[in-house]
């Protein structure tokens, strides 16, 4: 199973980016997908994810500015970020739960500077 994660970059303030990630290979008995974010020297933690049931869950610092959604595939995941704020500057990390396994993408950089 590979994840490839597209969509981070710089933005400013205020701004939106939107991340994708897609899942390949043997995808089977998914869970859930979701993101996370690693601030440098730190662990990651939860943005979002959605079950494979369709309920979605998100950090208080990200609800009602941040959604996640997924195509009719159900493999590949999409995070709407907006309303950035400087604190959303992370890596981004997509993850795939299995009933074989979990797996990470490779991470993307979001920057909110001005």
């Known amino acids: 199973v590979q994840l490839q994660a597209s969509g981070g970059g710089s933005v400013q303030p205020g701004g939106s980016l939107r991340l994708s990630c897609a899942a390949s290979g043997r995808v089977y008995s998914i869970n859930a997908m979701g993101w996370f974010r690693q601030y440098p020297g730190k662990q990651r933690e939860l943005v979002a994810v959605i079950t494979s049931g369709g309920s979605t869950q998100y950090a208080?610092?990200?609800?009602?500015?941040?959604?996640?959604?997924?195509?009719?595939?159900?493999?590949?995941?999409?995070?709407?970020?907006?309303?950035?704020?400087?604190?959303?500057?992370?890596?981004?990390?997509?993850?795939?739960?299995?009933?074989?396994?979990?797996?990470?993408?490779?991470?993307?950089?979001?920057?909110?500077s001005s």
């Open 60 to 112: 208080d610092s990200v609800k009602g500015r941040f959604s996640i959604s997924r195509d009719n595939a159900k493999t590949t995941v999409y995070l709407q970020m907006d309303s950035l704020k400087p604190e959303d500057t992370a890596v981004y990390y997509c993850n795939l739960d299995t009933f074989l396994g979990t797996y990470w993408g490779q991470g993307t950089l979001v920057t909110v």
